[in-house]
């Protein structure tokens, strides 16, 4: 299963990602071993969605990171 991620960051914004392992990839982030999220912390899963397909998981994590999905984002998800 590939997963595609929200975190709520400690200043309230939102980081998106997507991973294989995604316990694995949350504790990496609250250990500060991710560059983009390093001094963030404490971090909040707020969302995640499960896919068979790894292309459906990052397109989806790209459409999350545009215009309209950034909108959608955060009017349904957060």
Same mark, same amino acid.
């Given at each position: 299963?590939?997963?595609?991620? *929200? ?14 392992? !995604?316990? $694995?990839? *949350?504790? %990496? ?5 991710? #560059? $983009? $999220? #390093?001094? #963030? ?8 969605? /499960?896919?068979?397909?790894?292309? #459906? /998981?990052?397109?989806? %994590?790209?459409? !999350?990171? %545009? ?12």
């Amino acid at each position: 299963m590939f997963y595609v991620y *929200i975190l709520q960051l400690k200043d309230h914004s939102y980081y998106v990602g997507y991973s294989e392992n !995604l316990k $694995t990839r *949350i504790m %990496e982030h609250n250990r500060g071993m991710v #560059k $983009t $999220t #390093k001094n #963030k912390g404490p971090l909040e899963l707020v969302f995640y969605s /499960a896919f068979k397909s790894k292309l #459906k /998981a990052v397109k989806f %994590e790209r459409y !999350l990171k %545009e215009g309209s999905g950034f909108a959608f984002r955060n009017k349904r998800l957060v």
